[in-house]
């Protein structure tokens, strides 16, 4: 994974530089592995450069979770059949988000606001009491590809979603540490390097474009 952690304000900062980070990477692999790309193209996916010019070239949606389920719900009723349910509160799967990104939208998205139940204690939690400034990145093929979040940096705040939570604080004092001597408003993410590569490379198998990969009697450690 790949995180930047960096000085933001509110979410809207952290989507902006997800999009140009992830931009900047696609549009890198076009101007300096165009040769590769073009192999790629020709014998794995015949729409893979097609593809990644349209990545970067297209706005990303901003879509919040709400109207994203809303969404979902309403392909139900026209006939979509999904395998999990999605319902307001169910963390998505794979092919909720391949619908959003593949049929409905037809361009990478942005999902917001998430309910705070199905994200991680230190998100900053929005004015509503029920959602976090949460935000996934997702692509066609992939899904998920970025998750990232503006963090909660009131001590206070944090030690009553822990509380909250009913979670063991005995090995997150040094998480509380940063906190409690002071900190700044700030976001980070994390990209899937490998989820990166399989959508640049248009593979199919994630297990194709691992760094390292496992093959037998390799295994040193």
Known sequence: MIEPEMAFYDKDDLMDLEEEFIKYCVRWALDHCRDDLEF??????KTLIERLESVVSTDFVRLPYTEGINILQEAIKQGKKFEFPCQWGDDLASEHERYLVEEHFKKPVIMTDY?????????????????????????PQIGEIIGGSVRE?????????????????????????????????HAGFGLGFERLIL???GMQNIRDVIPFPRTPKNAEF
């Open 153 to 185: 940096e009131s001590y206070d705040k944090l030690m009553a979603e822990i509380e909250h939570r009913k979670m063991d604080t005995t090995n997150l004092w040094w998480y509380l540490d940063t906190r409690r001597f002071g900190t700044c408003p």
């Open 115 to 139: 309910p705070k139940e199905i994200k991680a204690f230190y998100m900053k939690q929005n004015e509503d009491g029920r959602t976090m400034q949460g935000t996934d990145v997702l692509f």
């Open 199 to 201: 959508f640049v490379t």
């Open 40 to 45: 790629l193209n020709k014998m794995i996916d």
